[in-house]
């Protein structure tokens, strides 16, 4: 179903996001986010220095969608859903990964066919309706900083995004230190939640990179890792971050710091 995979830097997808659609080859892509087309209400792509935009056409219908990475392109064998999953709307499949994994398949033609369904029908989906001003008050919180998560899990970046999130930061994601720089040279977080061990560069080297950049050296470093031990954690505090937690990590406890250090930076 994909034509095309394309890579765009941020003023261009925010046309594409302020036009609401996408022209390539003489046709007109109706544009989508796949966050809010899956009901996440009021979901907004993470500020990236580039954005995933995917041409994907079913039969007569052609839709943009953004989403969030592009992982891999890889052969698979779709297997067919039990009752339970074939219910649910935009479900097309799933498969086994290669590690085990189990992946669900999406039908983003049919997410799109839905929610343009329940908008002749007066109804609307629940990433489109419009939020009460009470609503607002409690979900469009004014952003209180700028979080940088950088770890190489998906599933932590992720998580660890949605829960900032929803306490109203503004989220920037990196896989490993070298990606993390590389944005760095854009963007000045308030604080940086980090893991250690990540390919090409780990959390160490990172810190130690920051530290002795003078543009850098005054962003607080959260350590978020799976190692306990008292020397990984002694070196942690030689090398300059500034609170060290193991994983998993006390939710609260992280907010808690995180809102201490962010508010510090802007004084």
């Known amino acids: 179903m994909i034509e095309l995979a394309s890579e765009l830097k941020p003023e261009a997808i925010m046309k594409v996001r302020s036009a609401n659609s996408y022209e390539y080859l003489g046709r007109s892509y109706p544009y989508h986010y796949l966050a809010r087309m899956l009901g996440e209400r009021g979901a907004q792509p993470a500020p990236a220095r580039r954005h995933w935009l995917l041409l994907v056409k ?7 969608l953004e989403i969030d990475g592009l992982i891999s392109n890889q052969e698979i064998i779709v297997k067919t859903l039990g009752p339970q999953m074939a219910r649910v709307p935009g479900m097309a499949g799933a498969t086994v990964l290669g590690n085990g994994d189990i992946a669900l398949i999406l039908n983003p033609i049919a997410l799109a066919a839905r929610v343009a369904a329940l908008a002749g029908s007066g109804k609307q989906a629940p990433s489109e309706r419009p939020l009460s001003t009470t609503q607002i008050g409690l979900t469009r919180r004014i952003p209180t900083g700028t979080v940088m998560v950088v770890d190489d899990s998906l599933t932590v970046r992720k998580i660890t995004g949605r829960l900032l999130a929803r306490q109203g930061y503004t989220v920037a994601t990196a896989k490993d230190g070298v990606d993390a720089l590389e944005q760095l040279t854009e963007l000045r977080p308030d604080v940086m939640l980090v893991d250690i061990e990540m390919p090409r560069m780990d959390g160490f080297e990172l810190t130690r990179n920051m530290r002795a ?26 090398i300059g971050v500034n609170h060290y937690m193991g994983k998993p990590y006390d939710e609260e406890e992280l907010l808690h710091l995180i809102s201490l250090y962010a508010k510090a930076q802007k004084e």
Do not use: C, F, Q, W
């Open 58 to 64: 079913g039969g007569s219908e052609r839709l943009a």
């Open 213 to 238: 950049d003078g543009l850098l050296k005054s962003i607080p470093v959260i350590m978020i890792t799976s190692r306990s031990a008292d020397k990984h954690r002694n070196y942690a505090e030689e």
